[in-house]
């Protein structure tokens, strides 16, 4: 039986942990063929093995705030599956020292705004080309739940960043529906990510309190992301563009969480 995206080639950034590397196994398990951009050089090339060899998936190592190296990673697409039908431009950090602006400083600050979105621009930038050619194409933006209200542990930088890739998702998707491409914003709420994990071992009271304020009283799972993903590429959304998809455990829609 065939997947939801047999045959499609996909972009991933970002994909060998966490919600990217979810949605890596995703694609295939849906018979997409996935280019995997990371820099963790190991991983993704134990990762290609895993996912059955070269005939299913390339990895590329790329810095997703070089422009060079990014218009590589999806020519590298085009040039080994003959197409670029999917792009999801998850790549992103969430450093401890973006935290109050206050105490933000301003190194931080750019730092988290190249990688979480410039990389994005930069990605857009280079896939669009090939899918306005196509005729069709779907682009998946990783925002935040952050991008559409305040978080309740500041980090200046990330809220800042992620509220401009919705907005750059939202333009996109307007000014590119009618030559066939859709752009939507993935928003998740806290998932228990490499990153997550990373700030509760550092500062376990900062990442509690965000357990606190999530109706369903858990963190999402990246499996979770993945299906929203897998949604948002397939032709099951054919009608969505330029769209804030929440998958918040229910935070963007709460006045008050009951403990």
Known sequence: MAGRIQDRVA??????????????QRFVEEGARVVIGDIDDGRGTALVEELGGTDIATYVHV???????????????KDT??????????AGISPPEDDSILDTDLDAWRRVQEVNLTSVYLCCKAALPYMIEQGKGSIINTASFVAVMGAATSQISYSASKGGVLSMSRE??????????????????????????????????????RLVHIPMGRFGEPSEMAS??????????SFMTASTFLVDGGISGAYVTPL
Do not use: H, M, W
């Open 228 to 237: 929203a993903v897998l949604f948002l590429a397939s032709d099951d959304s």
């Open 63 to 77: 810095d997703v705030t070089s422009k060079d190296e990014v218009d590589a990673l999806f020519k590298t697409a």
């Open 172 to 209: 996109l998707g307007v000014q590119f529906a009618r030559q066939g491409v859709r752009v939507n914003a993935l928003c998740p709420g806290p998932v228990n990510t490499p990153l997550l994990q990373e700030l509760f071992a550092k500062d376990e009271e900062r990442a509690a309190r």
């Open 11 to 24: 972009v991933v950034t970002g994909g060998c942990s966490g919600i990217g590397l979810a949605t890596v």
């Open 81 to 90: 599956y003959g197409s670029v039908d999917i792009a999801f431009n998850n």
